[in-house]
T-cell receptor, first 118, second 112 residues
Framework: GAVVSQHPSWVICKSGTSVKIECRSL??????MFWYRQFPKQSLMLMAT?????????EQGVEKDKFLINHASLTLSTLTVTSAHPEDSSFYIC??????????????FGEGSRLTVL | GEDVEQSLFLSVREGDSSVINCTYT??????LYWYKQEPGAGLQLLTY?????DMKQDQRLTVLLNKKDKHLSLRIADTQTGDSAIYFC????????????FGTGTQLKVEL
């Protein structure tokens, strides 16, 4: 299947700093990428939908000024957690859908990025 | 809104069959999926079923869908220790732009 890679896989930062997480589709072009957040032992919560060349669509309750999403190319979307605080500590997962999409609407998931804010 | 529920934990012995259940509330779902998540990793799509199907089999995996009761199950035959993981069901909707609503996840533990 297609490969989606996230970087970094684990980041620890001090409170108040900003952290950027990258999501890359390695062997296909992704028109749409999704960013999820997962707390320990909980399900994935969709944060936003990122479309190449346009503004991201945020889910209700997600602060767009806090979680900046940029989808500048067909293979890269970035999530920047601005002025991170301990409550932002979480596992962030991206997924991507290719240009063809496929009838199943299959999404390919990254390995996840664990953010710990001290 | 959509609500997808799963049991939190299931423990089985190696070689037995595992059945993971999922209930959902929105009847307009188009596709239903099963994903596997190993510790500290992303999600791996295991299988999916279109909402007008009742059953789908793929090697050791069997998916059953009861649309009337809004109940989805995943049966893993001959469960192995490598099957230990968290299993998420998810649904997508017509016109939903491939947005998935995930269940709460079931942790499967396979014991020797």
């Amino acid at each position: 299947g297609a490969v989606v890679s996230q970087h970094p896989s684990w980041v620890i930062c001090k409170s108040g700093t900003s952290v950027k997480i990258e999501c890359r589709s390695l062997d296909f072009q992704a028109t749409t990428m999704f960013w999820y957040r997962q707390f320990p032992k909980q399900s994935l919560m969709l944060m936003a939908t990122s479309n190449e060349g346009s503004k991201a669509t945020y889910e209700q309750g997600v602060e767009k000024d806090k979680f900046l999403i940029n989808h500048a190319s067909l293979t890269l979307s970035t999530l920047t957690v601005t002025s991170a605080h301990p409550e932002d500590s979480s596992f962030y997962i991206c997924s991507a859908r290719g240009l063809a999409g496929g009838k199943t609407g299959e999404l390919f998931f990254g390995e996840g990025s664990r953010l710990t804010v001290l | 809104g959509e609500d997808v529920e799963q049991s939190l934990f299931l423990s089985v012995r190696e070689g037995d069959s595992s059945v993971i259940n999922c209930t959902y509330t929105d009847s307009s779902s188009t596709y239903l999926y099963w994903y596997k998540q190993e510790p500290g990793a992303g999600l791996q799509l295991l299988t999916y079923i279109f909402s007008n199907m009742d059953m789908k089999q793929d090697q050791r995996l069997t998916v059953l869908l009861n649309k009337k009761d809004k109940h989805l199950s995943l049966r893993i035959a001959d469960t192995q220790t490598g099957d230990s993981a968290i299993y998420f069901c998810a649904e997508s909707f017509t016109g939903g732009g491939n947005k998935l609503t995930f269940g709460t996840g079931t942790q499967l533990k396979v014991e020797l």
